[in-house]
């Protein structure tokens, strides 16, 4: 019916989906046929409408076209909640109509006639048509419906109208419009224990390269938010940015002399330790030590809550709420609850984008574990994560609470295959009919220094240098450390400990 054009045009245009037009490598090219599967209720509807009214936003109009659907009054009650969501759009720049009486009284040819008519009408740079799996009842055969897939996909290219089709799968029949289209975009569930999560997926997009896998997405008052897969934005063939020789000092003497003068910027660390040794007040004088050289700081805990480390550092003389108010440290406390890894890296990365910050505490890495919902993404997510945080000029430091058991941790510098700088260990025990903290520096899998003991009191944090030769006499790493350690990394810490009593 319909002449091929050959003018595809392979510029694309924003879907307004944040997180989609990154998986889709710049969004949907205009002019193309895309198909959007999935089961009733994922969001195909919510995803579409979300993509048009982004549309409207930036002067362009839009049909959307729908077969035997929801009405179009209900539809647009159930939008109404949503922010992305203007009522002055609708009837201005967004046109629902409905086609089913079209398709009904002349079968295909009537539903082609209307979008013709409509396209030259409208002049929309989007198309939706919502329900096609009704439009699959009318064709004799899957060559009529192949032939009905290609005419449209020919009037589109010429008209450089982008069209989505709106359909759930159909498991009992094949389905010729998945080959015919340009791109094949499925949205599904799965399930995690008793949590049940939204995925989309890219199958296929001509002519482009897209992230491949599964991503999650949520609905919430913004509409869907996609969280691309962190793993996936990282080019593999591009190392991390080299270790600067600057260094960033914690503002305590002993332990900056340890750490050959502090973190080395944009390393990445780990701080070990069982609860209630004094890792979050670590972090916490490493960062209002940064505020103080100039440097903004994150908090970013999966753990205690702003109130609780504001209230932990005022009782040890750290002037941390002040420092926040001033908008020069910032704490950021984001409970698990259904919330995945790469939604939190999306809001991490986004505040250090926005609040330029060079100093972070992540507290702490068992929480990152347990978000990750897919224990085998953990050495390729752990790796990408890092690699960002280079890139970002940020310097980590990643608290790992020991007694948690659930984690095998070694000392062997690095983090989930991922090299580390240096790893702080604080243990903390009873010696002579008192508790004391000491804490221990490792760089490179090797023991560089232990036995100084960490001093917390009203009038803030301190390193007591020791007589390291006793203290290496002493390490009783195995009945000290949880039973989630591994005994290869007890082993690896006593010959470490036994090559640096030979130095002294």
Same mark, same amino acid.
């Given at each position: 019916?319909?002449?091929?054009?050959?003018?595809? $045009?392979?510029?694309?245009?924003?879907?307004?989906?944040?997180?989609?037009? %990154?998986?889709?490598?710049?969004?949907?090219?205009?002019?193309?046929?895309?198909?959007?599967?999935?089961?009733?209720?994922?969001?195909? =509807?919510?995803?579409?409408?979300?993509? *048009?009214?982004?549309?409207?936003?930036?002067?362009?109009?839009?049909?959307?076209?729908?077969?035997?659907?929801?009405?179009?009054?209900?539809?647009?009650?159930?939008?109404?909640?949503?922010?992305?969501?203007?009522?002055?759009?609708?009837?201005?720049?967004?046109?629902?109509?409905?086609?089913?009486?079209? +398709?009904?009284?002349?079968?295909?040819?009537?539903? +082609?006639?209307?979008?013709?008519?409509?396209?030259?009408?409208?002049?929309?740079?989007?198309? /939706?048509? @919502?329900?096609?799996? $009704?439009?699959?009842?009318?064709?004799?055969?899957?060559?009529?419906?192949?032939?009905?897939?290609?005419?449209?996909?020919?009037? /589109?290219?010429?008209?450089?109208?982008?069209? /989505?089709?709106?359909?759930?799968?159909?498991?009992?029949?094949?389905?010729?419009?998945?080959? +015919?289209?340009?791109?094949?975009?499925?949205?599904?569930?799965?399930?995690?224990?008793?949590?049940?999560?939204?995925?989309?997926?890219?199958?296929?997009?001509?002519?482009?390269?897209?992230?491949?896998?599964?991503?999650?997405?949520?609905?919430?008052?913004?509409?869907?938010?996609?969280?691309?897969?962190?793993?996936?934005?990282? #080019? *593999?063939?591009?190392?991390?940015?080299?270790?600067?020789?600057?260094?960033?000092?914690?503002?305590?003497?002993? %332990?900056?002399?340890?750490?050959?003068?502090?973190?080395?910027?944009?390393?990445?660390?780990?701080?070990?330790? $069982?609860?209630?040794?004094?890792?979050?007040?670590?972090?916490?004088?490493?960062?209002?030590?940064?505020?103080?050289?100039?440097?903004?700081?994150?908090?970013?805990?999966?753990?205690?809550? !702003?109130?609780?480390?504001?209230?932990?550092?005022?009782?040890?003389?750290?002037?941390?709420?002040?420092?926040?108010?001033?908008?020069?440290?910032?704490?950021?406390?984001?409970?698990?609850?259904?919330?995945?890894? @790469?939604?939190?890296?999306?809001?991490?990365?986004?505040?250090?984008?926005?609040?330029?910050? !060079?100093?972070? /505490?992540?507290?702490?890495?068992?929480?990152?574990?347990?978000?990750?919902?897919?224990?085998? !993404?953990?050495?390729?997510?752990?790796?990408?994560?890092?690699?960002?945080?280079?890139?970002?000029?940020? =310097?980590?430091?990643?608290?790992?609470?020991?007694?948690?058991?659930?984690?095998?941790?070694?000392?062997?510098?690095?983090?989930?295959?991922?090299?580390? #700088?240096?790893?702080?260990?604080?243990?903390?025990?009873?010696?002579?009919?008192?508790?004391?903290?000491?804490?221990?520096?490792?760089?490179?899998?090797?023991?560089?220094?232990?036995?100084?003991?960490?001093?917390?009191?009203?009038?803030?944090? #301190?390193?007591?240098?020791?007589?390291?030769?006793?203290?290496?006499?002493?390490?009783?790493?195995?009945?000290?450390?949880?039973?989630? %350690?591994?005994?290869? $990394?007890?082993?690896?810490?006593? @010959?470490?400990?036994?090559?640096?009593?030979?130095?002294?």
């Amino acid at each position: 019916m319909f002449e091929e054009s050959t003018h595809f $045009s392979p510029r694309k245009a924003s879907t307004g989906v944040p997180g989609l037009d %990154l998986v889709l490598s710049g969004g949907l090219a205009h002019g193309g046929l895309f198909l959007i599967e999935g089961a009733a209720g994922i969001g195909k =509807t919510l995803l579409a409408n979300q993509m *048009a009214f982004a549309q409207a936003r930036q002067g362009e109009n839009v049909i959307y076209l729908t077969l035997l659907v929801e009405s179009h009054g209900k539809l647009l009650h159930h939008l109404r909640d949503f922010d992305f969501y203007e009522p002055t759009q609708v009837t201005h720049r967004i046109f629902y109509i409905s086609g089913y009486k079209e +398709l009904l009284d002349d079968g295909l040819n009537g539903l +082609l006639e209307l979008l013709a008519s409509l396209i030259a009408k409208y002049t929309p740079t989007l198309l /939706v048509i @919502d329900g096609f799996r $009704s439009a699959r009842d009318f064709f004799a055969t899957e060559l009529e419906l192949a032939k009905f897939v290609h005419e449209l996909n020919a009037f /589109v290219t010429a008209a450089g109208c982008t069209t /989505v089709l709106l359909s759930p799968p159909d498991s009992t029949h094949s389905q010729p419009e998945q080959i +015919l289209v340009d791109g094949l975009i499925e949205m599904t569930h799965i399930h995690q224990g008793l949590q049940t999560l939204r995925v989309l997926e890219v199958h296929k997009i001509r002519g482009a390269p897209f992230l491949a896998g599964k991503h999650f997405f949520r609905i919430g008052e913004k509409g869907i938010e996609l969280y691309p897969r962190l793993e996936s934005t990282i #080019d *593999a063939r591009i190392g991390p940015p080299p270790v600067g020789a600057e260094r960033k000092s914690f503002g305590m003497a002993i %332990l900056d002399q340890r750490l050959g003068g502090g973190l080395k910027v944009r390393s990445i660390n780990r701080l070990l330790g $069982s609860t209630r040794c004094g890792k979050s007040l670590l972090g916490l004088k490493f960062l209002e030590q940064g505020a103080r050289d100039g440097e903004a700081g994150l908090y970013w805990s999966l753990r205690e809550t !702003r109130p609780q480390l504001e209230a932990l550092a005022l009782g040890v003389g750290l002037e941390v709420d002040s420092l926040v108010d001033q908008g020069r440290l910032f704490i950021e406390w984001h409970p698990l609850g259904e919330i995945t890894a @790469d939604e939190l890296c999306f809001n991490l990365f986004e505040m250090i984008k926005i609040r330029s910050i !060079r100093r972070l /505490v992540l507290d702490d890495r068992l929480g990152f574990e347990q978000a990750l919902i897919r224990p085998e !993404r953990s050495l390729a997510f752990w790796g990408a994560f890092m690699r960002k945080l280079q890139v970002a000029g940020v =310097t980590t430091l990643v608290i790992e609470c020991l007694n948690a058991g659930l984690l095998e941790v070694d000392f062997s510098g690095s983090l989930a295959g991922t090299s580390v #700088d240096q790893i702080l260990f604080i243990d903390y025990e009873a010696r002579s009919q008192r508790r004391e903290r000491t804490v221990s520096v490792f760089r490179s899998g090797e023991l560089e220094s232990t036995g100084d003991e960490l001093l917390i009191s009203e009038q803030g944090l #301190d390193l007591k240098l020791k007589d390291r030769r006793h203290d290496l006499r002493d390490l009783r790493l195995s009945s000290r450390l949880p039973g989630g %350690l591994m005994q290869s $990394s007890v082993n690896r810490v006593r @010959d470490s400990a036994l090559r640096a009593l030979r130095r002294f």
